[in-house]
C-alpha cells in the first residue's frame, strides 16, 4: 500500500508543477499584456477647456464692495484659438478622430482629442513628438518627444493640458504611444495655423 502511495505522490508533483506554471504563464500575461483592455473600452467626454476668470475678492457674504453695481450677464469666455491641428490616422491599431493645440484668453495652452477613438491598452501614453507622424515605430521610440502623461480614454473628447515654456514650433506630430511594447497605436501631423 505504501509503494501505491509514493507512486501516487510521485506522479502528483509533476502535475502539480505543470499546473503552478500554467497559472504563472496566465498571472503573467493578465499583467504584462492585459489582454482584457481589448475588451474595456474607457470613455471620456472632457468639455473644450476655458480661460479662468478673474473676479473680485470674495468675502464669506460675497464681495468686498460697498455698493453692488448693476451686474451685467456674466461674459461667456472667448473661444480657445486653435494653434495648429491635424486628423489622426491609424498606426498599429484603428485610430480617428482630430487633435488641436489650443490657446486660452489666459495663454494656457491644451492639446485636445476630439472624436478620439482608438484601441485600449497598456501603458498608452500621448506624446507631441518631433518625428513626423508617418515615422516607424522605431523612428519614433528614438525621437524626442514630450510626454503628456497617460491617454485618458481611449474614446472621446480629452484635454491634456501643456508646459507654459513648450516650444510647439519643435514639434511635428502627436501620437498615441503604447510604452509596453514600443507601438504607435495612432498619430497625426501638427499643421501650425498662421
Excluded at 61 to 79: F, I, K, V
Excluded at 111 to 127: A, E, H, I, Q, Y
Aim: glycine share 8%; hydrophobic share 40%.
Amino acid at each position: 500500500m505504501s509503494r501505491a502511495r509514493e507512486f501516487a505522490r510521485r506522479r502528483r508533483l509533476p502535475l502539480l508543477a505543470v499546473a503552478a506554471i500554467g497559472v504563472g504563464l496566465i498571472v503573467f500575461v493578465l499583467v504584462w499584456f492585459q489582454p482584457q483592455k481589448l475588451f474595456i473600452d474607457d470613455t471620456v467626454n472632457e468639455p473644450v477647456p476655458v480661460a479662468q476668470s478673474t473676479s473680485p475678492a470674495l468675502s464669506q457674504h460675497g464681495p468686498l464692495l460697498h455698493h453692488r453695481p448693476a451686474s451685467p450677464r456674466p461674459a461667456t469666455p472667448p473661444t480657445p484659438v486653435v494653434l495648429a491641428t491635424g486628423r489622426l490616422h491609424s498606426g498599429e491599431h484603428h485610430t480617428e478622430g482630430t487633435a488641436e493645440i489650443l490657446q486660452l484668453s489666459d495663454g494656457r495652452r491644451f492639446l485636445r482629442f476630439d472624436d478620439l477613438r482608438t484601441s485600449n491598452g497598456p501603458v498608452v501614453k500621448v506624446w507631441l513628438t518631433t518625428t513626423p507622424s508617418d515615422a516607424t515605430d522605431a523612428e519614433i521610440s528614438v525621437g524626442r518627444h514630450l510626454d503628456l502623461g497617460g491617454l485618458k480614454g481611449n474614446i472621446g473628447d480629452q484635454n491634456y493640458a501643456l508646459r507654459a515654456d513648450t516650444d510647439l514650433s519643435r514639434y511635428r506630430a502627436v501620437v498615441i504611444w503604447c510604452d509596453r511594447f514600443n507601438v504607435s497605436f495612432g498619430a497625426a501631423p501638427l499643421t501650425m495655423r498662421s
